[in-house]
């Protein structure tokens, strides 16, 4: 089996897997697009919201900004040893959100979300409408982000990946070309890592399992 990295950047990545099956070339892609875990905004505590969105619809909005995410810094909460309903510094970071006052109609952006525990778990982009407060309108809130994944919700889905078949005439039927477009919590590079590193270890699980059958 080869691999050959055809495109890359930061948010995308086309690679080309050859000498492999179509089950195993899904597979990575199941994986990539369902396990690989990165932060969503997952609770939100109001201190104040006199806008015209309700609170549940605010969380909705929150939960859908994609977050930075360190996968070497956090846990999954079901792996973490802490028993907090909010999560601990190793499976949860929390953020702010202040409109502050304002004297004429503003619309809140992404950015404006702060990190207080860890600044490097911020929004992948600045610029994502949130809500729109008009003057003596304010909105205050606390919001905790955890990692999850595809599986759970939508709102941890890493990234978006296809399986392209070759076209040219020498390639064979057993290459096959994934492509991975990111959200940019994690780069594209990575979730292709994460997935293979899961796959692995979901293998290895699968060997044991087998292996202490003919005991
Ligand atoms: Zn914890």
């Known amino acids: ?38 932060m969503a905004i997952d609770n939100i505590i ?50 702010v959100l202040d409109s502050g006052d304002n004297d004429s109609t503003k619309e809140i952006l992404s950015g404006q979300l702060k990190s ?9 982009n600045s610029n994502i409408p949130i809500v729109k407060v008009a003057p003596g309108q304010k909105v205050s809130l606390e919001a905790y982000a955890r990692l999850g994944t595809g599986k759970e919700h939508a709102k941890w889905q890493a ?18 070309t994934l492509e991975i477009e990111s959200t940019g919590a994690l780069s594209a590079i990575e979730i292709f890592v994460k997935a293979t590193e899961i796959l692995r270890n979901e293998l290895q699980e699968f060997t044991e399992k087998t292996g202490s059958l003919k005991k």
């Open 159 to 176: 990234s978006n990946v296809s399986i392209l078949k070759p076209t040219k005439e020498e390639d064979t039927d057993n290459d096959y």
């Open 116 to 124: 207080v525990s860890d600044t490097t778990t911020i929004p992948v």
């Open 1 to 38: 089996m080869k691999l050959k990295v055809l495109e890359k950047s930061i948010d995308r990545v086309k690679i080309q897997l050859q000498g492999i099956s179509l089950s195993y070339a899904n597979a990575i892609r199941r994986i990539a697009l369902s396990e690989v875990p990165v």
């Open 46 to 95: 109001i201190i104040e919201n006199s806008s015209i969105m309700y609170d549940e619809l605010l969380a909705h909005r929150l939960g859908l900004i994609p977050l930075k995410t360190d996968l070497s810094k956090y846990v999954l909460p079901k792996d973490c040893d802490c028993d907090n309903s909010l999560g601990c510094l190793k499976c949860s970071v929390s953020l």
